[in-house]
């Protein structure tokens, strides 16, 4: 869409016109304003998206257009004409009506969304039998033709299945039918992709395209996501810290963006084929969100000394989980999650690991730290088997290697300060006195990017940033050689991903690090890896050099993952890729599955893929 024709349709009565909301908090007492002022429209048949980072209203915003908020500590101001009509002058019971008929949201998590005691087909009938005068016939066959309209196979024999037998991406496809079962003039989608898989994320993405160009949907899209802004956005709405502080076409904000945090956001947004000048990892640009002004990306100086032993080796690693069912749990089948695994990791090294949920990354981290045992293969840490170390040889062996998980409030004590929290590893292994533990943490503290004075702070007082910073500096404090980064920066703002990016190199630099980088985000995989391994349905498909699997990549699976990375190009937004509605196949096989090693093809020199 040009800029005149985005101009032309704006010229139509808008469906939503936002004008001077100021949406404020009841805190001890006080009316404490987190969205101050914001105005703007959605026209009909278009896309506007609200985008900003954790704390920046935008979803505070799209809460108080539905009026989801609690009324008793809540209080909105200013005017939301949906469809020539005041909705805040609305009585409650009006508002139910406006709900699902004339608007309509999807939130992130859909599972939060939908009872797990109905199946989803009676979920998404009650809406209709709610907002129409259909019969509960007529409803089972508009939901039937809903889920078959949001590609969801077989939909007439999953009517009756319920929602934890679905994917996170059948189930947003779920909350999507459910949204559009009564027409909504209006869809609001809240983050609906951050938590899928990039795959599963680009057939949402899809999706919506789609059934907008169908139905005519007008559609506020809200995300912290400036790829996923650039593929779907006809209009852009930027949020900082409660306000709006640009608006305009999308491929203004991308070209011409005048808002120094605009600048910001765009400037550490991973582009996929940006590393073909550089050999070595990348630190992102730091910015400046008051000037805009930013340093330049610098390449990682190189420490990798291959010709060394590695400090990792995996050999044929293999963990499989026994499924059992009927009424004596007879066992019926095997999870092949990890199959013949093998790699190396080299000091100073960053391998990432690769692949959808569900494809066994994650549980290659586990079996390697043996938080999970394996049923069979080999992992040396410096030359020396871990599988065969007792109890007490394994908690030593596990100062060499440490892992930081996707989830940093998940991983602290909420009663522990982080000054006790980093401290603990390193009285626990009797590394030093407590004197020497609290310089210890000072130190930590400092190589993280954070003061000595925040240790005697708790994990709710810190942001997600800070918090994952002080998971960094909990692993460094028993001086490892190999961390083991899970999903380490998937939950976190673009922004903040790249400082703890950045973060992660600069110690891999100075310490030797060796990094395993567990992630599905292919674009920072680019930028971080020396050597890529992309694994699935528990094998690795492929594995070599970054530059080598990157711009020649050989198996399908592989070019299915890149070529559903978002790429924050506005004149692409139109396009549809075109991406097969498939879920990742099962990895559970028969009891007396023989499941064949893998053949690997050398396709250049360390490039590997299987046969």
């Not at 730091?286 to 590695?310: F, L």
Request: glycine fraction near 6%.
């Amino acid at each position: 869409m040009t800029s005149f024709q985005a101009q032309t349709i704006r010229t139509e009565q808008p469906v939503l016109a936002v004008e001077g909301l100021t949406t404020s908090f009841l805190v001890d007492g006080e009316w404490k304003p987190v969205v101050r002022d914001v105005s703007f429209t959605v026209a009909p048949g278009e896309t506007v998206a609200i985008v900003g980072e954790s704390g920046s209203g935008k979803s505070v915003t799209s809460l108080s257009i539905m009026r989801l908020l609690q009324a008793d500590s809540s209080r909105i101001e200013g005017r939301i004409m949906l469809g020539g009509r005041d909705i805040l002058a609305l009585p409650e019971s009006e508002m139910r009506q406006v709900r699902g008929n004339d608007v309509a949201m999807i939130f992130q998590e859909p599972m939060t969304s939908l009872n797990p005691l109905f199946t989803v087909g009676d979920q998404i009938s009650e809406a209709l039998l709610c907002h129409t005068n259909m019969s509960k016939t007529e409803a089972r066959n508009e939901t039937i033709r809903l889920l078959d309209k949001v590609r969801i196979p077989s939909a007439a024999s999953r009517f009756d299945e319920y929602p934890h037998r679905f994917s996170g991406g059948m189930r947003q496809r779920v909350m999507i039918a459910m949204a559009l079962a009564s027409k909504p003039k209006l869809l609001i989608a809240d983050e609906p992709t951050t938590a899928l898989d990039v795959t599963i994320q680009g057939q949402i993405l899809d999706l919506i395209k789609m059934l907008q160009e169908e139905e005519g949907t007008s559609v506020l899209f809200i995300t912290h996501d400036m790829g996923v802004v650039a593929e779907i956005a006809d209009r852009t709405v930027v949020m900082y810290r409660g306000e709006q502080v640009e608006t305009g076409i999308t491929s203004d904000i991308f070209y011409r963006a005048s808002h120094p945090y605009t600048r910001a956001l765009l400037s550490a947004v991973p582009v996929l084929g940006s590393m073909k000048n550089f050999k070595r990892p990348l630190r992102f640009p730091v910015v400046n969100t008051k000037t805009g002004e930013s340093d330049v990306p610098t390449e990682v100086t190189d420490t990798v000394a291959s010709t060394q032993r590695p400090v990792l080796e995996v050999k044929n690693l293999v963990r499989r989980f026994d499924i059992h069912s009927g009424l004596f749990g007879k066992l019926s089948g095997r999870v092949h999650a990890v199959e013949n695994v093998s790699f190396d990791l080299h000091a100073g090294e960053t391998l990432s690991l690769v692949g959808e949920s569900g494809c066994g990354k994650s549980t290659t981290g586990r079996a390697i730290m043996r938080l999970i045992e394996p049923q069979s293969g080999s992992v040396l840490v410096e030359g020396k088997e871990m599988l065969a170390l007792d109890r007490k040889s394994l908690r030593e062996m596990r100062k060499s290697v440490q892992m930081i998980f996707q989830d940093p409030f998940a991983s602290l004590n909420p009663r522990m300060t982080v000054g006790a929290a980093i401290a603990e590893p390193y009285l626990e292994h009797g590394m030093g006195t407590a004197k020497q533990a609290r310089d210890t943490v000072a130190d930590l503290l400092v190589k993280v990017g954070l003061s000595p004075d925040m240790a005697s702070r708790y994990p709710h007082e810190f942001s997600g940033g800070q918090r994952q910073r002080i998971c960094i500096a909990r692993a460094l404090a028993l001086e490892p050689k190999v961390i083991i980064a899970d999903e380490s920066v998937s939950a976190l703002d673009v922004s903040i991903k790249a400082q703890v990016i950045n973060l992660m190199l600069d110690l891999q630099q100075s310490l030797n690090l060796a990094f395993l980088f567990i992630s599905h985000d292919m674009a920072v995989v680019e930028r971080v890896s020396h050597r890529v391994a992309v694994m699935y349905l528990g094998e690795i498909v492929e594995i070599g050099p970054r530059a080598a699997v990157f711009d020649n990549p050989q198996h399908a699976y592989t070019k299915k993952l890149m070529s559903a990375v978002p790429v924050p190009d506005p004149d692409r937004r139109r396009e549809h890729r075109g991406t097969v509605n498939e879920e990742l196949k099962s990895p559970i096989r028969p009891i007396d599955h023989k499941l064949q090693p893998l053949q690997y093809l050398e396709v250049s020199p360390g490039h590997l893929v299987a046969l």
